[in-house]
DNA sequence: GTCCGTGCAAAGCGTTTGCAGCTTA
DNA sequence: TAAGCTGCAAACGCTTTGCACGGAC
């Protein structure tokens, strides 16, 4: 919450309320979360701030669109949350994080092979986890 | 295009105009499209169809949605087109095909030490391509 | 001829924009 | 106090739904 601070300080913006309630219920969510899940999660904020927060975080930074199932939902990125990705289970709904430092040297080296400097990327599997399979 | 006939006659599907409209306009852009850009490169279908057509077409594994940028898009699956991923320029927008076997081999492995059982997946790069990165 | 799919109309949402008033620094 | 943000109202555009006609098989 300071490091939020700090950072919307840093960079001329303002503390408000609704901009801490998007991003305490981004924090506490602990899973990636739709824009209707945030709206529905700031009861007391305004949809329309819930909107224009959203855009300014991500400009930021301080959170990203990722595709979860089928959907697009927002996360926090690395500032506040260790990056990793996703495994999404499409039988029972659960979703399994992936950390992996050899996926990430991984993706730095394919990158290289296609001299292209790589500044963010998006990975998600969609599959059957361990219960489901048995099953 | 015999191949999409087959497809939609084996599962009990009609061919028709709008359907072939839809599949011939992924096919040709060489391209992720948008929802919005396929309506516009169907422009004598209607939009209500070219949205039923997305939908049979997800459901039938013919077209897979994708996050491009930070948009989603849609784009022909392996059935029609080489499994692939993307690298996408920020600066210049272009977009990358990356084609791995090793980047798959990769993914089947990370996937097996999670006892993952993977259906498909999504992977996007973002950052800058050779010739921006020099500027 | 039968049923599926299309096209039109209209409803339904999610998202964006304009503006006055309040809050933050 | 001055600028930035919020909240409300309303516009906007994408997507969905209902229904009668037309086309595929």
């Known amino acids: 919450m300071d490091k939020l601070h700090q950072l919307l300080s840093s960079r001329g913006h303002r503390i408000t309320k609704a901009r801490e309630r998007v991003f305490n219920a981004l924090n506490t969510a602990e899973k990636p979360l739709s824009t ?3 709206i529905a999660l700031c009861p007391t904020a305004d949809r329309v701030s819930v909107y ?3 855009e300014l975080f991500s400009h930021l930074g301080i959170i990203k669109l990722i595709p979860v199932g089928w ?3 927002y996360e926090l990125t690395s500032l506040f949350k ?3 990705h996703h495994m ?6 659960k979703l399994i994080d992936i950390h992996s ?3 990430e040297n991984f993706v730095a080296k ?3 092979t296609y ?3 790589p500044l963010d990327h998006t990975f998600e599997m969609r599959g059957l986890c361990q219960k489901c399979q048995k099953q």
Chains 1, 2 share one sequence.
């Open 36 to 38: 209707t899940d945030i």
């Open 71 to 73: 959907k697009q939902q």
């Open 52 to 54: 224009r927060t959203i």
């Open 110 to 112: 394919l990158a290289s």
């Open 115 to 117: 001299q292209f400097t």
């Open 101 to 103: 430092d050899d996926f």
């Open 82 to 84: 260790s990056h990793h």
């Open 88 to 93: 999404f289970c499409t039988k029972c709904k």
